[in-house]
C-alpha cells in the first residue's frame, strides 16, 4: 500500500512539473495580437515615368485612398503614398519601391516606411512590413511596424503592432 502511495506522488509530481514545464512554452508561441487593424481602399495612381520609357529607377509613384474600421464602409480618414523605384528587371517583372505611407485618422497621423516588392505598375498583392516612423496627436511617438496584407480588388488590411 506504501508503495502505491508513493507511486502515485511521484506521478503526481511529474504530471505537475511538466505542466509547469509545457505552459510557458504554449504562451509563448502564441502569435502576438496586433494594437489596431484598418482597410485601406484600393488606391488611385499616379505615375511620373522618368526616362527612359516604362519602368526605372528613380520612377516617382503617389497613391491614395480611404482608411476604414470595416472593409468598404465609411472612410475614418484617408492614406497617401509616395514612392521612388530603386530596383527594376527583377526576374518574374518586379521591382523594389522605397515606400513613405502617411494615414490621417481621427486622432493625428500615424507615418510608416518600407521597402515593397511588387510587379511593375501595380499595387503590391503579397504582405509588406513597413516601420512605424511616428505620428502625431494621440500618435505622437509611436513606433513599431505595420503589416500590409497586399491588395486585392476590395483593397487591404492593415495590421499596427506598436511597440510604446
Do not use: C
Not at 505615375?47 to 491614395?64: A, E, H, M
Not at 510587379?119 to 505620428?135: C, Y
Amino acid at each position: 500500500m506504501l508503495k502505491n502511495m508513493r507511486r502515485a506522488a511521484v506521478i503526481s509530481a511529474t504530471v505537475a512539473l511538466m505542466g509547469v514545464a509545457v505552459a510557458p512554452v504554449a504562451q509563448a508561441s502564441k502569435a502576438p495580437q496586433p494594437n489596431l487593424v484598418w482597410y485601406l481602399s484600393s488606391p488611385d495612381r499616379s505615375v511620373v515615368d522618368l526616362p527612359p520609357t516604362g519602368p526605372s529607377i528613380g520612377d516617382i509613384t503617389v497613391t491614395n485612398g480611404d482608411v476604414t474600421e470595416v472593409p468598404g464602409k465609411i472612410a475614418i480618414g484617408f492614406y497617401s503614398t509616395n514612392q521612388t523605384t530603386v530596383r527594376v528587371n527583377i526576374p518574374g517583372g518586379r521591382e523594389i519601391r522605397d515606400v513613405d505611407l502617411a494615414l490621417s485618422v481621427p486622432g493625428g497621423f500615424i507615418y510608416a516606411t518600407a521597402l515593397i516588392r511588387a510587379n511593375s505598375g501595380t499595387p503590391p498583392t503579397k504582405a509588406q512590413t513597413f516601420a512605424i516612423v511616428g505620428g502625431t496627436g494621440k500618435y505622437s511617438g509611436v513606433a513599431g511596424q505595420l503589416i500590409h496584407s497586399g491588395f486585392n480588388a476590395q483593397g487591404s488590411k492593415i495590421e499596427f503592432f506598436f511597440t510604446n
